[in-house]
């Protein structure tokens, strides 16, 4: 037997049973239906951060798939002047639980810059950029 759809969503997600008759012989078989999305990463704060030397920035997103991107599908990084991305080793950084917001303590100039939330999962990718400008105490570098 084929089962075909046109269009699932999470509500069709769930066990379904097909049972066939043939001869007074009875047959039934369970299948299971796991509806599958793509990683989708949005900023939930915005686009530009400016903050000035010495205090505190926070980058935050809004992860979702399914299944939903746990803290280990999640990696940010800085992004060098060629758009790479290089791993962020820093005791001023903190995250939360989840991974979905990113903060700095203690900024200093050389934090300006370009950084990326990036989301890979089995299902795909997502990514967001962010860009953070540091001030110094008389004005921007």
């Known amino acids: 037997a084929v089962v075909s759809t046109q ?7 769930g066990d379904y049973y097909c049972q066939a008759s043939v001869n007074g012989l009875s047959k039934t078989v369970k299948m299971s239906l796991r509806v599958v999305v793509e990683p989708k990463v949005e900023r939930v704060s915005g686009l530009f951060n400016t903050k000035g030397v010495g205090q505190a920035a926070t980058f935050s997103v809004s992860v979702s798939g399914n299944p939903v991107p746990t803290a280990e599908n999640i990696t940010w990084a800085k992004l060098d002047e060629r758009s790479l991305p290089i791993p962020l080793e820093d005791s ?6 989840d991974k979905t917001e990113m903060v700095f303590s203690d900024l200093v100039i050389d934090d300006e810059g370009w950084y990326k939330c990036l989301v890979i999962t089995d299902e795909g990718r997502a990514e967001e950029e962010f860009v953070l400008y540091v001030l110094g105490r008389y004005g921007v570098y």
């Open 7 to 13: 269009s699932t969503g999470y509500s069709d997600e």
């Open 92 to 97: 001023r950084i903190t995250y939360n639980a």
